[in-house]
Nanobody
Framework: QVQLLESGGGLVQPGGSLRLSCAAS????????MGWYRQAPGKRRDLVAD???????DYTDSVKGRFTISRDNAKHTVYLQMNTLEPEDTAVYYC???????????????WGQGTQVTVSS
C-alpha cells in the first residue's frame, strides 16, 4: 500500500511564507511526476505546480515567482515553498504523485489527504 503524507499547512498573514512537504511511503519502485494541487471552497481542484523525476517544473501563472516546487528523490518527498502569500492562495493543498509499486507494471496516481493553508490578517 502506497500513501502520501502531507505536512506544513497552517495560518499565515498576507506576505508571509509556508513550506509544504509530502512524503511517499510504502512499497515503492519508482515515482514519476509529483505535484501540488489546491481547492478553494466552491471551486474545482487545480494544479499549482508539478515536477518531473528529472527536475523539470511547471507552475500555474498566479504563483510564478512566488512558489517553488522541489523534490528529494532519495526520500520520495516533494516540497512547495510558498512566499509572498496572498488571501487568494487560501485553499486545501493536495499532493499528487504517479507511483509504480514493487511488482506492478503501471504507474498509478496517488493523492494525499490535503492540508489547509489559510492566508489572513
Amino acid at each position: 500500500q502506497v500513501q502520501l503524507l502531507e505536512s506544513g499547512g497552517g495560518l499565515v498573514q498576507p506576505g508571509g511564507s509556508l513550506r509544504l512537504s509530502c512524503a511517499a511511503s510504502g512499497s515503492i519502485f519508482s515515482i514519476n511526476d509529483m505535484g501540488w494541487y489546491r481547492q478553494a471552497p466552491g471551486k474545482r481542484r487545480d494544479l499549482v505546480a508539478d515536477i518531473t523525476s528529472a527536475g523539470s517544473t511547471d507552475y500555474t501563472d498566479s504563483v510564478k515567482g512566488r512558489f517553488t516546487i522541489s523534490r528529494d528523490n532519495a526520500k520520495h518527498t516533494v516540497y512547495l515553498q510558498m512566499n509572498t502569500l496572498e488571501p487568494e492562495d487560501t485553499a486545501v493543498y493536495y499532493c499528487y504523485a504517479a507511483i509504480k509499486s514493487n511488482g506492478s507494471p503501471y504507474f498509478r496516481g496517488v493523492w494525499g489527504q490535503g492540508t489547509q493553508v489559510t492566508v489572513s490578517s
